[in-house]
């Protein structure tokens, strides 16, 4: 079955969404193992920054197996 560009984008989003709260809780844990401390708005500053690449990722190899599928 085909999945459509709208409903890759629609899974990744939610993909990510779901990773965007494990990685600042992450980040609130381990982060002060490591020396590094952080305020909460920084947290959820660098989790958009990398939700956002997330999402773009996910979306790139998702259309990249897709077209490798209909190869």
Do not use: C, D, W
């Amino acid at each position: 079955m085909k999945q459509s560009r709208l409903m890759s984008l629609v899974e990744s989003v939610a993909n990510v969404i779901v990773g965007y709260g494990v990685a600042v809780l992450t980040q609130i844990l381990i982060f002060p193992v490591f020396g590094l401390h952080t305020t909460l708005a920084q947290n959820l500053k660098m989790g958009a920054v990398f939700t956002v690449v997330s999402i773009a990722r996910s979306y790139v190899l998702r259309r990249l197996f897709e077209r490798l599928r209909r190869a």
